[in-house]
């Protein structure tokens, strides 16, 4: 599985940016991707994840209402609405995947996941 994921770029406060996430291996039912951040000098953090058998979802909470995670299974893509960013969400954003579909408590380890994209670079700065 290969993952590619676009869409960072500069925004000030406040804005919104969307993240894609396209995959080239096939998106069963056994399927869950993610996405993590990691900013310079800092640990890296989960954001959210989906299963895509039946949508469930998990979100970090610096996140949590402002972010929402969604898939296009016919596309092969994951996305990252983001809404009200704020300097503190400047990071490399990372997308995620595994086949062996972790359950919900366990969908922000990073361990979980088999599949790295290369990340995208999202700036929140005025």
């Known amino acids: 599985v290969q993952l590619q994921a676009s869409g960072g770029g500069l925004v000030r406060p406040g804005g919104s940016l969307r993240l894609s996430c396209a995959s080239s291996?096939?998106?069963?039912?056994?399927?869950?991707t993610g996405w993590f951040r990691q900013a310079p000098g800092k640990e890296r953090e989960f954001v959210a994840a989906?299963?895509?058998?039946?949508?469930?979802?998990k979100y970090g909470d610096s996140v949590k209402g402002r972010f929402t995670i969604s898939r296009d299974v016919a596309k092969n893509t994951m996305f990252l609405q983001m809404n009200n960013l704020k300097p503190e969400d400047t990071a490399v954003y990372s997308c995620?995947?595994?086949?062996?579909?972790?359950?919900?408590?366990?969908?922000?380890?990073?361990?979980?996941?088999?599949?790295w994209g290369q990340g995208t670079l999202v700036t929140v700065s005025s």
């Open positions: 291996g096939r998106t069963s039912h056994n399927f869950a």
């Open positions: 989906v299963r895509w058998n039946g949508n469930s979802q």
């Open positions: 995620a995947a595994t086949y062996r579909v972790p359950i919900i408590q366990t969908m922000g380890d990073p361990a979980q996941y088999d599949y």
